[in-house]
DNA sequence: AGAGTTTGGAACCGATTGGTACAAAACACA
DNA sequence: TGTGTTTTGTACCAATCGGTTCCAAACTCT
């Protein structure tokens, strides 16, 4: 019927979240955005209307993927107990965070700084993924022998969750290797039932 | 000798760090900026040099008041035992992020999300007021009837450093009264010397 | 009062911001 | 081979960005 894009939306959606998540919103100027996207102004806000739009297709891309990924991992009992679960999610935020090549952290945890406070729109999408982080760590923690305290498992989620954005803060302050072991440490002190 | 300035550079200084607090560095233009100020554009070049010139400056004025205050807060033996200090300090955290109000956190959390990875110079100070909480955590973490393991004073205060940056990003999403509670009784356990 | 020095404010700067208008190009269909 | 429809690229837009220049105003000192 008609000329068909010569983009594909999905790459294109990929290479802008990448550019926000370390960029921020306001840092990320519509040229650097088509740069990265490969496409020209034509083409972009025919497809997506305008730079909000397509900040929040990133954000729900980044929910999709990566959250959902991560909370699938929290909650699948194929990969060991809950506890190990939680542990190899949090090992592997250390990881890439002493790696000094990975400085842009979590898309969530950056946006929440950035904008969260100023846009509802944005605040009511994120606010949703806080929640499907927190009830994925929720389904780890209850993954147990003996079914723990319900009351333990929602506090202890959030213990956690705490932990999971303040370790991404201090991987922007450029982390120490013993610095993220301790984080670790103490969030294996945290999902410990005997305490 | 010459002509004295009409504004008190100070209060220019602290209205200067509240914008940059809580709308971050590329969203705080100049021209909001001198608004805040209320100084116009011949005075702020006269006085500081550029932008990022006065951002630094309001970092190190937040390094020298606010942080300088919480580390004092932490370091004071006479506002309770070590545990009652860290408490406390979270306690006002969680109030704060609790009331609707307050929606800036902390600006050294806002920085480094916004920042850190971007500009050395920035990354540098704020690495420095990183330092410095985690002492001030550690300081109150050795507060005790028997001196603690050197070593569970230091990975236990770098738990409650990434707790508290942790509960600052958890308040940019609207923390509900539960929430904020459950962060805190989670702080309870990891400083508690007995596990 | 006059000289010397610094501030304050406005005019101005080129570059960049996000966004629009529009015509040419590229396809599917008849 | 047209015809209709959509995409693409370019030219263009006003507004704003951070920053400079320059001079009158405001002060201290002699």
Redesign the pocket.
Known sequence: ???????DPDTAITAAMHLFWDHGYEDA???CLLEAMK?????F???FA???SIYLKTLDYYDDKVIGRTVRNLMDTDQGSGADRILALFEAVAASARTDGDRSGCFLCNALIDRAAHDAEIEERLQAMVFRLENGFRAALEDRPHRPDPEWVRATARGVLSSYFGLRVLGKAGLSKTMADDCVAQVRRLIDPKI
Chains 1, 2 share one sequence.
Do not use: Q, V
């Not at 019927?1 to 983009?7: L, S």
């Not at 496409?39 to 083409?43: M, Q, V």
């Open positions: 019927m008609a000329r068909p894009r010569e983009f100027s519509l040229a496409i020209t102004k034509g083409s806000y025919k497809a305008d730079k909000k």
